[in-house]
């Protein structure tokens, strides 16, 4: 145990991310799946963000949360897609011990926030179907603030707890990664370090993280079903149940996939790989098109936007 301590992380200098077992010739093809989702992911959040603040009538709190949300979305695939891009196209896929933990405290940071801010936005839900009439006066701007600001202080706490216990662990065997990006699981399958108090404090941290948000939206969801059905008018019940579906679909995506990879065992590892391709890439690409497909008002403000611009043209 004590030779193990001595072999610490200060003598590691970088760390190899193997990616994806494929030949070699399909790196090209990976890449440019990459190139593509990520210029989705860019195109349709910025282009969500710039939707939301063009105009007056998506200032209210669903759209505050919805841009914040894109913004979110924006980010941290942008911690992980372009330097697996690179990976793809290079010999020796490394990353910096330093850009490594970087990677994975960021990462960490910004899935946690949406994950909280998704709770936040149920909520926002539940008093929008619940009490329509004094909406606007409990979902004030300075509670809108306060709930993004402690979405973002939630996931701050939680990255840098677990960037704090990454810093204690040991790699005296292997550095190299199997994922295309610096993860928990990942780093822990290479460690030389005793990983039983590691593993309870993550498993705690993530499962409280990971309840308290799910609960918080379940009762969310639980109070507008019981309202929404209460409605007696069939139009009222459609718009009752569309307000939400686009929500429950982006919750259910991204925590279907985060399921997924927490619950496959480690000698599937390539499962794990797809898993959190869902969560990293693949929600963040569908959120801007869930919402915005399934949104008359963002529809009607994108389409003004479209014909200003050819009409300038």
Not at 68 to 79: C, E, G, K, R
Request: with cysteine.
């Amino acid at each position: 145990m004590g030779d193990r301590g001595t072999s610490n992380h200060s003598e590691v200098t970088d760390f190899i991310l193997v990616g994806f077992r494929v030949r070699p010739e399909l790196h090209i093809l990976l890449f440019l799946l990459f190139l593509l989702v990520y210029a989705m992911i860019l195109l349709g959040n910025v282009g969500m963000m710039t939707v939301i603040m063009s105009d007056p009538r998506l200032n209210t709190p669903m759209y505050f949360f919805l841009g914040n949300l894109s913004f979110i979305d924006l980010f941290y695939p942008s911690v992980i897609a372009p330097k697996s891009m690179i990976n793809f196209l290079s010999e020796s896929k490394s990353i910096s011990f330093a850009g490594c933990l970087i990677q994975f405290f960021l990462f960490a940071l910004l899935i946690v926030t949406e994950g909280f801010l998704l709770a936040a936005m149920a909520y926002d839900g539940f008093i929008a179907i619940s009490n329509p009439l004094l909406y606007t006066v409990q979902m004030s701007t300075r509670l809108c603030i306060q709930l993004v600001a402690r979405s973002y202080f939630c996931g701050c706490i939680s990255s840098v707890l677990q960037m704090s216990m990454a810093f204690t662990l040991s790699f005296c065997a292997s550095h190299t990664i199997d994922h295309f990006c610096c993860d928990d699981c990942p780093l822990q399958r290479i460690s030389c370090s005793d990983l039983f108090i590691y593993r309870m404090v993550s498993f705690t941290l993530s499962g409280t993280i990971i309840m308290t948000t799910i609960i918080v939206i379940i009762i969310s969801y639980l109070y507008i079903v019981s309202t929404v059905l209460k409605i007696r008018s069939s139009e009222g019940l459609k718009k009752g149940f569309s307000t939400c579906s686009s929500h429950l679909g982006v919750v259910s995506v991204l925590y279907g996939a985060i399921f997924f990879m927490y619950l496959t065992p480690d000698r599937f590892a390539e499962l794990s790989k797809v898993a959190s391709l869902c969560y990293t890439l693949v929600t963040p690409m569908l959120n801007p098109l869930i919402y915005s497909l399934r949104n008359k008002d963002v529809k009607e403000v994108l389409k003004k936007l479209l014909e200003k611009r050819n009409t300038i043209v």
